[in-house]
């Protein structure tokens, strides 16, 4: 992918009530992701462990149509990788109004402590120095900070058939005054026999969210994106089918200037069974114009698709969901068709055991058999991670999951053990490591305790 991915966060400080967080902006533009704290790039590009000394958060709703979020956390120094110590702030209310709408503004900062435009040899990571013209000679200038206002509107009617989503955001830092905003919005309307959702957002060029997830602006030069979709039911009389239905999804992607850089479209057929399993099939199309240059496996070991190129492919997908109601339940997919000037077969799903009321046992798993035509690289990709969770009694559980990644070669485990002293409260041991998938030789790992205590104020 051209695309940094955006992988879940596992820590439960980070994801006990983080909804006001987690919401604001939108999926293409977040300006806050948690996993930003506590992890960063080296000089060689590798994402390494920041200590992490201390943090609280402050989560509540101050009455029945005010809720507030405020969380800080503070880093340690970290010279090694250049990185003075960090603190980082975010602070989100929400006010609701009407049935089912409200109104959020959410404020995002990051700040690096004690350091100065003269400490470029000491804190030299590449996070806090950007190069900027000055009277037309380049200049690394320092970014001690960075900070995000954002504003979010969701609108729905009591009946749900109408829902309209709205955000803004803007970025402050020394780089750029400019050209440092993003939103969008989107409608839905839904009925029972049919749904349609439209969609538009933008992001300008200097729109830089340091705490953020926004994977497009690192590839494209800012863009405007349009999208439309919409979905039919039939409620056929039949003794297997719940209901069935044709969709369709059209997306539109440009950077300034106008160029299309990005166009899919894609046709399905749904299949919805009274037990509870469900059946989709789906053909699609993709045309893409590269701003850049990369390699979907190893840039460093085989060709790169150039900036300017352009590539087209088609794609069929099959899934199916097994029924939900067995303690044995499984789904997989099979997507099929070009990649590039290539092909690429994918096969993924999951299989999962519930041992009530004991716990479940569960594996995921992510095929790719990528075929490019020259050096452009051909691999087999295996992703491959089970998951174990146990209720030992009413209050003690534990929770572990390991990932096996080839084309890393990395095995990650991770395991946490809760203790629900009393409602709402807790003590967590956790312990995660990885491991080199050819020796299981140790690369990192962590041993964390944390308390949670609920105050009924």
Do not use: C
């Amino acid at each position: 992918t051209r695309f940094e991915l955006q992988f879940p966060e596992r820590r439960q400080f980070f994801l006990e009530n983080s909804d006001l967080f987690d919401r604001a902006g939108f999926p293409e533009a977040r300006p806050f992701f948690s996993r930003r704290i506590g992890l960063a790039r080296d000089t060689s590009g590798v994402i390494r462990l920041i200590p992490i000394l201390y943090g609280a958060r402050l989560s509540g709703s101050l009455s029945k149509d005010w809720r507030i979020s405020v969380l800080n956390m503070q880093t340690r120094e970290k010279p090694a990788m250049g990185l003075p110590a960090q603190n980082f702030s975010v602070a989100a209310i929400q006010r609701n109004f009407w049935k089912q709408s409200n109104i959020q503004i959410s404020m995002v900062n990051k700040h690096s402590l004690g350091i100065n435009e003269g400490d470029s040899l000491e804190y030299f990571n590449s996070e806090l120095w950007r190069d900027k013209v000055v009277n037309g000679d380049t200049i690394p200038t320092l970014n001690p900070y960075n900070r995000v206002l954002t504003v979010d509107l969701e609108l729905r009617k009591p009946d749900n058939s109408w829902y309209a989503s709205l955000y803004a955001s803007k970025s402050f830092d020394d780089f750029n005054s400019t050209d440092n905003m993003t939103g969008g919005g989107f409608v839905q309307h839904t009925k029972r026999n049919y749904q349609f959702f439209f969609g538009h957002t933008f992001i300008q060029k200097n729109y830089n969210a340091e705490v953020g997830f926004v994977p497009l602006i690192r590839v494209y030069p800012g863009l405007a994106n349009s999208f439309i979709s919409g979905n039919g039911t039939f409620f056929p009389k039949s003794k297997i089918l719940a209901n069935m239905g044709p969709g369709i999804d059209l997306s539109l992607r440009t950077i300034p200037g106008g160029t299309v850089t990005d166009r899919s479209a894609s046709v399905a057929y749904n299949f919805n069974f009274l037990n509870t399993s469900n059946l989709s099939l789906s053909y699609g199309y993709t045309y893409q114009f590269l701003t850049n240059s990369f390699n979907p496996i190893d840039p460093d070991k085989y060709t790169t698709y150039n900036t300017g190129e352009e590539y087209d492919w088609r794609t069929f997908s099959i899934g199916y969901e097994s029924d939900q109601r067995p303690l044995f339940r499984y789904s997989v997919e099979v997507n099929s068709g070009g990649f590039y000037n290539g092909t690429n077969l994918n096969i993924n799903g999951e299989l999962s055991y519930r041992y009530q009321p004991y716990g479940s046992l569960s594996i995921t798993f992510d095929y790719n058999d990528l075929k490019l035509p020259e050096n452009y690289g051909t691999e087999k990709l295996f992703l491959v991670g089970p998951r174990l969770d146990l209720t030992f009694t009413d209050k003690i559980f534990l929770t572990t999951f390991a990932q096996y990644n080839n084309l890393a070669e990395n095995v990650n485990l991770n395991a946490r053990l809760q203790w629900r002293y009393k409602p709402a409260s807790d003590f967590f041991i956790v312990y995660t490591e990885n491991y080199f998938s050819d020796t299981f030789r140790s690369k990192n790992r962590a041993l964390v305790f944390k308390f949670t205590y609920w105050l009924n104020l």
